[in-house]
């Protein structure tokens, strides 16, 4: 890390927990550079807090190339990397234009990549990966199945993708540590746009008005992921952990499969042909 004030780029920015968490870092006094899918949204928050912004459709992998190098030419050096782009996808199905199921892509293979394609940038930095209670509760991982092609709901899909992200961090950590610290964190079940369009139990959890009057705020999840970003590794958050309300927690077992970690790591860089 590197002193006070921090470059800190974080993906999923357009609304929800990442602008919340992109005002409060900024009022902070760090450099934030916000990177989002909707480009008046995206735009509005960079303008609101005077930073830099880029686009990025993670359903487009040429994208995320794209995106990195335009965020290397920006900030040679990144002191936190937060991957906080994701979402639940709406039945049926479906495979992008890169030949992968749309959760497993949006959710892990973009968020690997770009933090891949972006290692020269990241000496000694922190990568955040927003994850989720889903892996612990919807998971049903199977390493030879990771894109669906056996068995798919929007629920499990998500929780495998947001288990991948638990087992990344975990194996990214192992890797790299200590010059790269990682960590992995569920921001709450927040009254966000999160779920729109997904349909069934997952739209109605987030979006009917009784349900939302008990849901996290975005600024509470927002200061999660900004407590993190601005914490010190191995002092404020354990290298290679998973958080739920700021504390250390346990999630689905099978994130403490090193194995299951490092071949989910192997797949996904032969996926991507890394």
């Known amino acids: 890390m590197s002193g006070d004030s921090r470059t800190i780029v974080l993906t999923g920015a357009s609304d929800g927990i990442g602008a919340a968490a992109a005002r409060q870092l900024s009022a902070h006094g760090h450099r934030v550079i916000v990177v989002g ?8 928050l960079a303008t609101e ?3 830099r912004f880029f686009l990025a459709d993670y359903g487009e992998l040429d994208q995320v190339h794209r995106l990195a190098d335009d965020l290397a030419q920006e900030a040679t050096t990144i002191d936190v990397l937060a991957n906080n782009a994701g979402g639940v996808m709406p039945s ?3 495979v992008t234009v890169d030949g992968f199921e749309r959760t497993f892509q949006v959710n892990h293979l973009a968020p690997f990549l770009l933090t891949h394609l972006l290692m020269p940038c990241l ?25 669906g092609e056996r068995r798919w709901n929007p629920g499990t899909a998500y929780g495998d993708a947001k ?27 927040v009254a966000t746009s999160f779920a729109a369009g997904a349909g ?6 987030y979006h009917n008005p009784l349900a939302r009057r008990v849901l996290t705020s975005t600024e509470t999840g927002g200061a999660r992921l900004t407590w993190l970003a601005e914490g010190e590794p191995g002092v404020r958050w354990r290298r290679g952990g ?28 032969a996926l991507l042909g890394l």
């Open 200 to 205: 069934g139990p997952w739209e109605f959890l």
């Open 123 to 147: 000496s000694r930095a922190a990568v955040i990966q927003t994850a989720s209670v889903a892996a612990r509760r919807f998971a049903r991982f199977d390493i030879d199945d990771l894109q």
């Open 92 to 94: 049926p199905r479906a």
């Open 37 to 44: 899918r909707h480009p008046e949204k995206t735009r509005a």
């Open 163 to 189: 288990l991948a992200n638990i087992l990344f961090t975990r194996e990214l950590d192992r890797r790299f540590g200590p010059a790269l610290s990682a960590v992995a964190f569920h921001p709450g079940v």
């Open 49 to 51: 807090i005077g930073a």
């Open 242 to 269: 998973y958080y739920e309300r700021n504390r250390l927690a346990h999630t689905n077992p099978l994130a403490d499969d090193a194995g299951l970690a490092g071949e989910l790591w192997r797949r996904s860089a």
